[in-house]
């Protein structure tokens, strides 16, 4: 047996050949997001680990809370996109990508589509968000849920696979506010010494 199975030079080839790249570019860049992923996966600090994901090529916009554990498409990180504000909790997998066993590639071959989470979206722990599905601004998806289709914006989404059991009757604020810092000792507390 050799050091790399044949599934598994069949899947790099696969990639080199979509990606239009050399195979020792593929392989370097694959690498460099590998570690760039491991880094991030338990960083301590939630902007760091936003940067990194964005390092690896997901599009992410400002204020984007990234929990730990989160898992990004490790091949096409950058179809994926995370609006401003959006919450992506712990252990959330998104994935761009699918590709079945090498034996059934005949019915499900390799697809790659993007993914998008809406402005101010909120994904609690443990949700799977498959290629191709677009979650609306400030939609919430229940913990543990999987997304197979797209939400849209302002709703409510639980279960497996996820449907949308609610639609919210909120808007968003006008202008972008920073956090309230009352109650915290010493940050815009008038009274703390």
């Not at 499900?108 to 290629?131: F, H, N, T």
């Not at 914006?153 to 968003?172: C, M, Y």
Request: charged share 25%.
């Amino acid at each position: 047996m050799g050091v790399v199975s044949e599934r598994d030079a069949e899947a790099f080839d696969e990639a080199v050949e979509v990606r239009g790249s050399s195979r020792i570019g593929f392989g370097l860049r694959f690498l460099w997001n590998w570690f760039l992923e491991r880094l991030a996966l338990g960083f301590p600090v939630p902007s760091w680990r936003a940067a990194l994901h964005r390092a690896r090529g997901v599009r992410i916009g400002k204020n984007v809370y990234i929990g730990y554990d989160v898992i990004f498409d490790r091949v096409y990180p950058d179809l994926i996109t995370i609006e401003d504000y959006a919450v992506i909790a712990d252990r959330c997998i998104i994935s761009s990508h699918s590709g079945g066993a090498t034996l059934l590639r005949s019915v499900y071959p390799r697809e790659m589509k993007p993914v998008k989470i809406g402005r101010g979206a909120w994904l609690s722990p443990a949700c799977i968000v498959i290629m191709g599905v677009e979650i609306g601004e400030l939609s919430v998806i229940g913990t543990g849920a999987v997304v197979t289709r797209t939400i849209p914006p302002r709703s409510v989404a639980v279960g497996v696979p996820a449907r949308v059991i609610k639609t919210l009757d909120i808007q968003e604020p006008e202008r972008e506010r920073p956090l309230p810092m009352s109650g915290v000792k010493g940050m815009g507390d008038e009274k703390s010494s």
